[in-house]
T-cell receptor, first 109, second 110 residues
Framework: GQQVMQIPQYQHVQEGEDFTTYCNSS?????IQWYKQRPGGHPVFLIQ?????EVKKQKRLTFQFGEAKKNSSLHITATQTTDVGTYFC?????????FGTGTRLQVTL | SQTIHQWPATLVQPVGSPLSLECTVE??????LYWYRQAAGRGLQLLFY??????ISSEVPQNLSASRPQDRQFILSSKKLLLSDSGFYLC?????????FGPGTRLTVL
């Protein structure tokens, strides 16, 4: 499967601060998905990116796919306590995903 | 709409005991099915996936096995549990690229 590195592994922010997690691959990816897992919960699909340079927004979340399709990022503007959890990127082919190591986000008031 | 069920939610088992975790999906036909394991504070490790009845692909050699006796049923088994089998076991289904996860089973082997 395709291997990806996610950074940082952990980030602690104050509510209202921005947050970004990065997903990097040494090979070109056909597509990439992002999932969020709340503490004690299961991963939930957020979005899929397919096109080179693609940018998608979901409210305060902005997802980008690099021009070379080797990296992706998730940016959260003005974090809230509801953003707490672990964010995983997952490149995949033929319905078989390889999940990144994840970035755990902690948000405090 | 589609739903995915897993049971039990939590399980405590002694070392050397057998294991059977069940996953069922409703509202879809011929889904791809997956078993993942997640150690505490870690990422998701794909254990098995299935593209159809009786078709199982193993990703990581270990003392676990999987079976798919029916289209929407996926079972994870072990004959003898090890301490290292402790973790959060997640079943997922897909009919395209997106995977949808069940609530998971938290297994503690003592």
């Amino acid at each position: 499967g395709q291997q990806v590195m996610q950074i940082p592994q952990y980030q602690h922010v104050q509510e209202g601060e921005d947050f970004t997690t990065y997903c990097n691959s040494s090979t070109t990816l056909s597509n990439i998905q992002w999932y969020k897992q709340r503490p004690g919960g299961h991963p939930v699909f957020l979005i899929q990116l397919v096109k080179s340079g693609e940018v998608k927004k979901q409210k305060r979340l902005t997802f980008q796919f690099g021009e070379a399709k080797k990296n992706s990022s998730l940016h959260i503007t003005a974090t809230q306590t509801t953003d707490v959890g672990t964010y995983f990127c997952a490149p995949g082919t033929a319905s078989k995903l390889t999940f990144g190591t994840g970035t755990r986000l902690q948000v405090t008031l | 709409s589609q739903t995915i069920h897993q049971w039990p939610a939590t399980l405590v088992q002694p070392v050397g005991s057998p294991l059977s975790l069940e996953c069922t999906v409703e509202g879809t036909s011929n889904p791809n099915l997956y078993w993942y394991r997640q150690a505490a504070g870690r990422g998701l490790q794909l254990l098995f996936y299935s593209v159809g009845i009786g078709q199982i692909s193993s990703e990581v050699p270990q003392n676990l096995s999987a079976s798919r006796p029916q289209d929407r049923q996926f079972i994870l088994s072990s004959k003898k549990l090890l301490l290292s089998d402790s973790g959060f076991y997640l079943c997922a289904w897909s009919s395209g690229d997106t995977q949808y996860f069940g609530p998971g089973t938290r297994l503690t082997v003592l």
